[in-house]
């Protein structure tokens, strides 16, 4: 309890606080923050999918990625947790346990997404340094197969005009 309105405050006054002035008032941002990590973490997982062959997470052995996969589902649980969490929370009577059980799944759901961001950013960052050399080779290896086809086609041309002088 507090003595003066400078006083200590209990956990529970202090929670109280908190709640009132920084979450209760934004638990719809919250709610839209979570339901755009949901989608960022969707989003994710579907990219894991077309890993070419050249990235890095395709040399990550099993063990390495099953976690980066793990950290993707706790992130992805989490955020789920908390929309829903936002929709139901109002039918538990306890205040104190309601904003403390929404205090635990925020932050789990920032510190979720903060691990996953620094994994990924690390991860990625091989990758995006090597894009500007991959797309060089990409660009140099069409260049080169157009002219391979240029002269195949012309070829096939001479071909076909020798065949038409022969009377075939």
């Known amino acids: 309890m507090s003595n003066s309105k400078y006083g200590s405050l209990s956990i529970e006054e202090a929670l109280y606080h908190t709640y009132d002035i920084i979450i209760a008032p934004n638990i719809g941002t919250i709610t839209t923050i979570a339901s755009i990590f949901v989608g960022i973490y969707i989003t994710v997982l579907s990219v894991l999918g077309g890993i070419k062959a050249n990235s890095i997470l395709a040399l990550l052995n099993d063990a390495n990625l099953k976690k980066v ?50 994994n990924l950013s690390i991860i990625y960052s091989v990758d995006l340094n090597k894009l500007s050399e991959t797309i060089e080779k990409e660009r ?23 065949r038409i002088k022969r009377g075939l």
């Open 140 to 162: 140099i290896s069409a260049v080169k197969n157009e002219r391979v086809l240029t002269r195949i086609d012309k070829y096939l041309d001479e071909v076909d005009a020798e």
């Open 69 to 118: 996969i793990k950290f993707i589902i706790s992130g992805l649980a989490a955020s789920f947790i908390v929309v829903f969490y936002s929709f139901f929370a109002i039918v538990i009577p306890n205040q104190f346990v309601q904003a403390f059980v929404f205090f635990l799944l925020f932050f789990y759901m920032l510190l979720t997404s903060l691990r996953l961001g620094i």
